[in-house]
């Protein structure tokens, strides 16, 4: 069965400095893994995907991800935290290949940015 | 910039009744998706629907659920007899196809008292 673990409940980061957001995920066949981004009382904002190619994948607001097949992690990182990045982050993967297929969340990080 | 919009934004409902749950997902979207998040736990799947069918459901989405596409915009979940468990954040989603990421509505609270 396909899941997706985020070990931190909550990364405190001190605005400037780089943040990391771990995720680790298991999927049976090739997997596609995304990551979104929660402001309290909001849906879900997409961040980034990674589908193939490059293991390192870029997305919004300055924030990337890299893929890592032996490890099978999707961490997502920013070289310098913004006090406006503090908000509710989720892994996700779904497994490619297969149309309309669900994707599986992670329980969320919490990342606080502090000033 | 198009988005998934969902109405109502906050649903209050006594246990027992049935709710609708509206979204119109973006126009040129082919897959369609309802997930849910009760406070302060995970975004659970529910159901996907693709060609006017369901094509995949969880072990959540049981008979007092239902999906429909009633006119080709409109993409609804009815929950025919509410639970207190059912109070939740009932999220829409949609994407264009298999490769794409799913972009999420903004959610209708539902609570059941």
């Known amino acids: 069965a396909q899941s997706v673990a985020q070990p931190e409940d909550q990364v405190n980061v001190a605005e400037g400095n780089p943040l990391t957001v771990k995720c680790t995920y298991s999927?049976?066949?090739?997997?596609?893994l995304f990551w979104y981004v929660q402001y309290p009382n909001r849906g879900l904002q997409f961040l980034l995907k990674?589908?193939?190619?490059?293991?390192l994948v870029k997305g919004s607001y300055g924030f990337e991800a890299e893929f890592n097949k032996s490890q099978t992690s999707f961490h997502l990182k920013k070289p310098s935290a913004l006090v406006s990045d503090s908000a509710l982050y989720f892994c996700?993967?779904?497994?490619?290949?297969?149309?309309?297929?669900?994707?599986?969340f992670g329980k969320g990080t919490t990342l606080s940015v502090s000033s | 910039e198009p988005e998934v919009t969902q109405t109502p934004s906050h649903q209050v409902t006594q246990m027992g009744q049935e709710v609708i749950l509206r979204c119109v997902p973006i126009?040129?979207?082919?897959?369609f998706y309802w997930y849910r998040q009760i406070l302060g736990q995970k975004v659970e799947f529910l159901v996907s629907f693709y060609n006017n069918e369901i094509s995949e459901k969880s072990e959540i989405f049981d008979d007092q659920f239902s999906v429909e596409r009633p006119d080709g915009s409109n993409f609804t979940l009815k929950i025919r007899s509410t639970k207190l468990e059912d109070s939740a954040m009932y999220f829409c989603?949609?994407?264009?196809?298999?490769?794409?990421?799913?972009?999420f509505g903004p959610g209708t609270r539902l609570t059941v008292l």
């Open positions: 999927v049976s066949g090739n997997p596609y």
């Open positions: 996700a993967v779904r497994e490619g290949n297969q149309a309309g297929t669900a994707l599986i």
């Open positions: 990674y589908i193939t190619g490059d293991n």
């Open positions: 126009s040129n979207h082919l897959y």
């Open positions: 989603a949609s994407n264009r196809g298999q490769y794409n990421e799913q972009f």
